[in-house]
């Protein structure tokens, strides 16, 4: 049987080692040792971070874009 491929590849969830910023809102901090949503870049060169409240409506977006194309091809 063939492999299934994961078109997710470049989201994942990350526990930062440092603190880093927010990329949707410079005001938002992540703090080591704090989970966040990290989305690597298109051009394979480094990724954007969220914060957990930022990454929510980002989440929420990607699940209705992706049950729509589901609905689609049922």
Known sequence: MAKIRDILIDV???????KRKCHRNA???IRAGEDFLSVREKSGFG????CKECAQPILDLA???LSGIT????
């Open 63 to 65: 699940k209705n874009k």
């Open 71 to 74: 609905n689609k091809l049922s």
């Open 47 to 50: 990724s954007k971070n969220y």
């Open 27 to 29: 005001k938002h901090a």
């Open 12 to 18: 994942a969830v990350t526990t930062a080692v440092r």
